[in-house]
């Protein structure tokens, strides 16, 4: 891909339970609907923030509708129930037009700024995915934690793939692959056993996380 174009992204949050965090999230994306050149010279601009509705216990759905009536770069998806954080990405994946696709919570731990690095770590080594590689632990309690640890080394060993030990849900993928994944692999497959699938060019961003 050509490093002096302007690449667009598209952002993908999954929403389960962003009613008091959304609002401030995308208040931090919008300057980056402007265009932006991050430290390694790379023109980018986000060209849609895509959130999906997975049906949580909270009132997400009204403040999706608020954003939507704000911002004309937020695009909503509403499921039809909760289907969980990887099929409600991929939905998103499916809608999105960028020349990337980053994923990132809705909690705001990732910081959206990052996706410059992310894009500069691609663009310098011909990366097709990029995952966000915490560089401090991960700021939530210890049963997530653990359950993350657990999850993350079944897949590894599963697969016989180590590198699948550094997933993380801060990506930047290839749009076209992110829209071939969407497109041919169901709600009953795991996300980044897919995307492993598919990309053959991976790499790992160091990145700081914040608190939720």
């Not at 079944?154 to 993380?168: C, D, H, P, R, W």
Request: aromatic residues 8%.
């Amino acid at each position: 891909m050509n490093e002096s174009a302007l690449h667009r992204v598209s952002i993908v949050i999954p929403v389960y339970g962003g009613e008091k965090t959304l609002p401030t999230l995308i208040k931090e994306i919008t300057p980056l609907t402007l265009m932006q050149t991050t430290p390694g010279g790379v023109r980018y601009v986000v060209c849609e923030v895509i959130l999906v509705h997975d049906c949580g216990p909270d009132q997400s759905d009204r403040v999706l509708e608020d954003l939507e009536a704000q911002h004309s770069f937020v695009r909503p998806i509403w499921l039809s129930k909760n289907y969980g954080q990887h099929a409600a990405t991929m939905a998103g994946m499916a809608s999105a037009t960028g020349d990337w696709v980053a994923t990132i919570d809705e909690d705001g731990q990732q910081d959206p700024a990052d996706i410059g690095m992310m894009l500069d770590y691609a663009m310098s080594s011909s990366l097709q995915l990029v995952y966000a590689q915490p560089t401090n632990p991960p700021p939530h309690g210890w049963l997530r934690n653990t359950l993350s640890r657990i999850a993350k080394t079944i897949a590894a060993k599963t697969l016989g793939n180590s590198q699948m030990s550094k997933f993380n849900s801060f990506r930047l993928v290839d749009g076209e692959i992110a829209r071939t994944l969407a497109a041919y692999c169901g709600n009953g497959v795991y996300l980044d056993v897919g995307l492993f699938w598919i990309a053959g060019r991976i790499g790992n961003c160091p990145i700081r996380l914040r608190n939720e």
